[in-house]
């Protein structure tokens, strides 16, 4: 029975007192209205109670999400931390590779992640974000070695092998030499059809000249293989005005390989790619 219900219950008691006997009617609703009094009091601290005891739960349930977040918070730190440790041996490894901004992509994400404790998503992020920065400072690390490999003597010789492997040119040599041919210094010089010769300054130059070098001297092998028919073509003539540093130029562009700053026509590549297959063609 709620506090009201006895409230009620002791009005209808003190109706029928009142009934029986007159003299103690007043004192019995002075009782009544005591009661009704004390009965407001604990109804007020009831709901006081229950609404203390709602804020409580509340608080409660607030308090036990705020830990869930932050326990999802911890488990991702862990990946955060090895990622950082990725990031910390790329960056030790980088040598003279400016890597300024790398590093303080992983301090921004280390300060992100010091200063989270409730979404596992800012951890979560962080952690690729540095990840990324360990996977593009070990690339650019490679590179840089790739290179500086290639700028030694034995680099410079093995990748220009391999290029010249890989674009038909297995059966020609390739030796060092001093540079000297034909009255000028150059990288590359070809000597005779299967005599390819290179200076270890070819290192130096960009990847795509040291390419170019192999596609050119290669493409002095192939015309060697019909040499006097090139020189009496009146197409050569007339085409290419007799010069065969400029047919070797079109012949290395029809394979995908153009010099830097030079131009052929579609009418010399398409004429100059026969050459490969050993044709002259008599018409341009």
Not at 144 to 153: D, F, L, S, Y
Request: charged share 25%; net charge positive; hydrophobic share 45%.
């Amino acid at each position: 029975m709620s506090f009201r219900s006895v409230s009620v219950a002791l009005l209808a008691a003190a109706v029928t007192v009142t009934a029986g006997c007159a003299v103690t009617a007043g004192v019995i609703s002075s009782d009544i209205s005591a009661a009704e009094a004390r009965v407001a009091v604990l109804e007020t601290r009831l709901h006081a109670a229950e609404a203390t005891a709602a804020g409580a739960t509340s608080a409660l349930d607030d308090a036990e999400a705020k830990a869930a977040s932050m326990r999802l918070v911890l488990d991702e730190r862990p990946a955060f931390v090895d990622a950082v440790a990725k990031a910390e041996k790329a960056l030790k490894v980088a040598g003279k590779l400016d890597v300024k901004a790398d590093r303080a992509k992983v301090l921004a994400a280390q300060e992100k992640v010091r200063a989270e404790t409730l979404d596992p998503e800012v951890v979560k992020t962080a952690t690729r974000d540095v990840l990324a920065v360990a996977k593009s400072v070990n690339a650019r690390v490679a590179e840089e070695k790739k290179r500086a490999a290639a700028r030694t003597p034995a680099g410079v010789l093995a990748e220009f092998r391999a290029t010249l492997d890989a674009i038909g040119g297995e059966w020609v040599n390739v030796t060092f030499f001093d540079g000297w041919c034909g009255g000028k210094k150059v990288n590359g010089c070809n000597f005779s059809a299967t005599d390819i010769r290179i200076t270890k300054a070819l290192g130096n130059e960009r990847p795509s000249v040291r390419r170019w070098v192999a596609y050119h001297e290669l493409a002095h092998s192939y015309q060697r293989l019909v040499w006097s028919d090139i020189y009496t073509s009146p197409v050569f003539k007339s085409l290419f005005r007799s010069n065969i540093e400029l047919l070797a130029n079109c012949m290395a562009y029809s394979q995908g390989s153009p010099r830097e700053g030079h131009h052929c026509s579609d009418r010399q590549i398409r004429w100059a790619a026969n050459i490969y297959d050993g044709r002259v063609p008599k018409k341009g």
